[in-house]
């Protein structure tokens, strides 16, 4: 478990840096925030399949940057919220789900 959550930690760092980044430029490239914005939208998907909800953000999300910062927090709040509420053997579960194409997989978290 003390794995995932360094890697919920790199991964907050990680929106971080690249929001103080984007915060520093007079004006942000629509590409970078659209293509920072699709990351977050794919870290919402993967969250919302592990929680076992419906995802609430599209994979290409239309974003500004304050919806960047808040996705981002939302993001990591509901991982390390995910990861707590784990068994020691939680981590090795099945996780079903259906993808933006329509085709059902079953993976294992771990």
């Not at 990680?14 to 103080?20: F, K, Y």
């Given at each position: 478990?003390?794995?995932?959550?360094?890697?919920?930690?790199?991964?907050?760092?990680?929106?971080?840096?690249?929001?103080?980044?984007?915060?520093?430029?007079?004006?942000?490239?629509?590409?970078?925030?659209?293509?920072?914005?699709?990351?977050?939208?794919?870290?919402?998907?993967?969250?919302?399949?592990?929680?076992?909800?419906?995802?609430?953000?599209?994979?290409?999300?239309?974003?500004?940057?304050?919806?960047?910062?808040?996705?981002?927090?939302?993001?990591?709040?509901?991982l390390r919220a995910v990861v707590a509420g784990l068994?020691?053997?939680?981590?090795?579960?099945?996780?079903?789900?259906?993808?933006?194409?329509?085709?059902?997989?079953?993976?294992?978290?771990?």
């Amino acid at each position: 478990m003390e794995h995932l959550k360094r890697l919920i930690d790199h991964l907050a760092w990680a929106d971080e840096r690249t929001l103080g980044g984007l915060d520093t430029l007079p004006t942000v490239d629509p590409k970078i925030l659209g293509t920072y914005a699709h990351v977050l939208g794919a870290e919402h998907i993967w969250l919302a399949r592990l929680q076992g909800k419906a995802a609430t953000v599209a994979v290409w999300p239309t974003l500004s940057l304050a919806e960047c910062r808040r996705l981002a927090a939302d993001n990591a709040a509901g991982l390390r919220a995910v990861v707590a509420g784990l068994a020691p053997t939680g981590a090795q579960a099945d996780v079903t789900y259906t993808n933006t194409a329509g085709v059902t997989f079953t993976s294992t978290r771990h």
